[in-house]
Each structure stands twice: as C-alpha cells, then as structure tokens.
C-alpha cells in the first residue's frame, strides 16, 4: 500500500465513492463532482454524503468547501425538503461558493477584494496569499460564517455569527450596520476579553478584503432568512415555492438588505465634544451619580461595586433564539405524550403526527446546528477591559447606542449627549478607586471575577 493509500470499508454498488472511481480518466471536474453529488449536484447534500462509507481513493483534491445552510431557521420554519434545496439553489446563483463567490453589482461588494479573502489558502502567481479567510477566521467563525468553527464550542463567548447581520461593536446607531471602518478597527485591535486576537500584522488591503468578506457572509445570510421566511407569505396559488423573478429575489429579498449596508455612513452617531476645560473631579462625581440614578440605572446589571454582578441571567440575540427553541421542542414533546389520540378525528390525528415529526427533527437541529446557550455576563468596570475598544470615543458610542444583540440598552432619549461623557468619565476612573466602594484593602477582587 502506497503513503497515500488506505483499506476501503465495504460500500454498495451505488455509493457515490464507487461513482468517482468508476468515472473514465478523461471526466472533468464538473462531471466528476455531480457523480459524488458535490458542487453542481442537484443530489444528496454533502452534510448525507459525509456520512456515507468511504473509500479509498488515494491521494485525490480536497474537496470543495461548500456553505452549510441555515437548518435551525429551516426547521424553525417548517420548511419542506424541496423549499429547502430552493434557497440552496437560489443562494448558490446570487452568491457562489465559498471558493468561487458570486458578486451581484447591487451588494455594492468589491469583488477583487472577496478574491483575494475567499477559497483555499494558496498563493497566487506573483506570490501574493489568497484564501485569508479560511486562514485567519473560519476555525472559530466557520466557513458559513455560522460562528460554528471547529473551535467554536471551546470558546466563552462564542464567535460571532455573522448571518443575521448584527454587529456589537460599531459607531452607528443600535440597529444600524456598522461602517466599513468599524469592522477594520476590530480586525486590527481584536476585542479585548474574548478569543478574538488582532490581525496588527496583516497588510491594510488583507484586513480590507477581510473586513469585505464578513460583509459577504453577512449579506448571504441575511438574505437566506429572508428567503427561508418569505415562504410563510406565500399564497396557495404558489404551491409552496418561491418566485425566482429577479424583481423578487433582488429588488425585494437583496436590495433591502444590501442598502442598509451602503447606509451605514449615514448612521455614525454625532458626537459632541469633550471640553477641553472639563473638571475632571466634578465630571466623575456627575457620572457616578448618573451610574446609579435612574436615567441611566447602570447599576442594575454591572452591580453596585461595578464588578457586573448585577443581573446575570440574561441571554444575547443569537443564544436567546436557541434557548427559546430547546423551550419549544421541550414543551411540545411534553404535551404531546399528554394528548390522547383516541379523541382526535384524523385531521387532528394527522396535525399531531406532523408535529411531532417536526419536533423531533428540530431537536436533532438543534443538537447539531446550534451551540448550548450561556448566559452573558455584565462586563466587570474595574478591570479596565472593554471589548468594543477603550478610548473614551468607543465607551461613549456604547453608553449612547447601547450593545446591539445584547441586554445593555441605549442611554439616547434618556440621558443628554454631552452627560455621557461623565458616564464615560466616571467609569474609566473605576479600575483605579480602591478607596471607593470596594474599600481599600480588596483591590484583587476586580481582577479575579471575570
């Protein structure tokens, strides 16, 4: 047996293994890939594939990434199969693979930059890296950019998903997506806290195509919601399939969500200017009391001592939906085994086997879709750790916007602009008062509740 070779399991005549061996030497790559059903196949997915007996074939290509699709929505959606393999197909035709991506002039994507992120990791002819992506990002993030890497699992908290196209750390308001610059700025000082390293070292036009290519997976998933929900307005005369007009698939499904992108200029919060002549003694003092006040009532999560144990049983946005799911499937499985089928006439007898069809199937989603939900902990003030950046500029877009995805809400409407500087001021002096409400002879206490 020769370094590359391996001992075959048994398979049967039809396996898509034996369907690659048995192709004649002069088969292209595309006729190859639909013989095992891969890229181009309208046949099995690759997730039933994997699980199939292998077989030896040597040393042969690494197959082609492909992008997973979104089953939890799927399934929360009661998709069908065949609804399924259509937004498959219609995000394949918008926007490619993840080797190949497709750039439709209405995402505004630069699509030499996604050249330059997207594919294997490979250099090109003059020597210049490609495949930055799969490189830097996707062991924590996924190729999907699902936040379901390899290593995703091990890490408090999780990586990022892009999908639903919420960002935490940005200049722009609340709801709004955040700048191109935004995402340079976290690629170049990571977020401080997390497993999230900088990138420092990268080239500006690697990190700029980085940043481009989060927009990528960002815009793809945003736009396979849309798809996978679009399915419950559809009218009977549809018969369960969706319009592949462009009219529908671009102007109404893309274009929405491609403009809030190019928007997101117009949403960088106006911030007033710090005094130059501020007391500083009076501004913190002004800021403490608006800490613990009721405007602002930021004492309610990150504790009197400012240590964040306050509330510390919420959930973020993407673990929220996830909970709220194991609830579902839970609650429905309990009810039911409680329901007595004797007393339902066959309609109902058939809804109710439908549902549990569709509860156990979501449960098994959600087993191996979905990360485990965790709480999300206030930050501790006295650490000096803040993950969105610490220059007075980044804690005041936080304090104004709030944290999009998480519980911390947003001061606009209720405290004045220029006092959240002294919010600001208040709690960059929290790492360094020992003689405050800690007392001085526990200062270790910040540094060891993280």
Request: glycine letters at 10%; one cysteine or more; aromatic letters at 6%.
């Amino acid at each position: 047996m020769s370094a590359c070779g391996s001992v075959s399991s048994q398979s049967g005549k039809n396996s898509p293994a034996v369907a690659l061996e048995e192709t004649s030497p002069g088969t292209s790559p595309r006729q190859r890939d639909r013989a095992i059903g891969g890229r181009g196949s309208t046949g099995l997915p690759w997730l039933l594939l994997a699980a199939m007996p292998l077989v030896a074939i040597g040393c042969g290509p690494t197959p082609a990434a492909s992008f997973r699709l979104n089953m939890f929505e799927a399934s929360q959606q009661r998709l069908k199969p065949s609804q399924e393999q259509q937004v498959a197909t219609i995000l394949a035709a918008m926007f490619g693979s993840p080797d190949e991506p497709v750039v439709l002039a209405e995402t505004g994507l630069d699509e030499a930059k996604l050249q330059l992120a997207a594919g294997p990791v490979r250099s090109d002819i003059v020597g210049r890296k490609n495949g930055l992506y799969r490189e830097h990002c996707a062991h924590c993030h996924g190729v999907t950019g699902d936040g379901m890497g390899p290593t995703a699992a091990f890490l408090n908290p999780y990586p990022r998903d892009y999908r639903p196209g919420v960002f935490k750390f940005k200049s722009t308001e609340r709801a709004d997506k955040p700048t191109h610059d935004d995402l340079v700025l976290v690629l170049r000082n990571g977020l401080a806290g997390s497993s999230m390293p900088s990138f420092d070292l990268l080239s500006e036009s690697k990190i700029d195509a980085l940043a481009e290519y989060v927009k990528y997976l960002s815009i793809r998933g945003e736009v396979e919601l849309a798809l996978m929900r679009a399915y419950f307005e559809l009218d009977d005369e549809d018969q369960g399939k969706l319009p592949e007009t462009r009219e529908f698939l671009v102007e109404e499904i893309l274009a929405p969500v491609a403009e809030a992108w190019q928007s997101a200029e117009d949403a960088v919060i106006d911030v007033p200017e710090m005094p130059a002549d501020i007391d500083l003694v009076a501004s913190i003092a002004k800021g403490k009391e608006l800490f613990y006040g009721n405007k602002a009532n930021c004492v309610k999560c990150h504790g009197v001592t400012g240590l964040g144990d306050g509330q510390a049983n919420d959930y973020d946005d993407w673990n929220k939906v996830v909970l709220q799911a194991h609830k579902t499937v839970q609650g429905g499985l309990e009810q039911a085994s409680k329901a007595s089928t004797w007393e339902m006439d066959s309609d109902e007898l058939s809804e109710h086997e439908a549902d549990l069809v569709w509860l156990e199937r979501f449960g098994k989603v959600l087993d191996g879709n979905a990360l485990q939900p965790r709480m999300i902990r206030p930050r501790n003030l006295r650490q000096g750790i803040y993950r969105g950046g610490m220059r007075p500029l980044d804690l005041y877009y936080r304090i104004h916007a709030g944290i999009n995805g998480a519980p911390m809400p947003a001061a606009k409407g209720t405290v004045p602009p220029e006092d959240i500087w002294h919010i600001v001021n208040y709690i960059r002096s929290l790492p360094y008062d020992f003689n405050g409400t800690l007392g001085v002879d526990r200062p270790m206490v910040a540094r060891d509740r993280l």
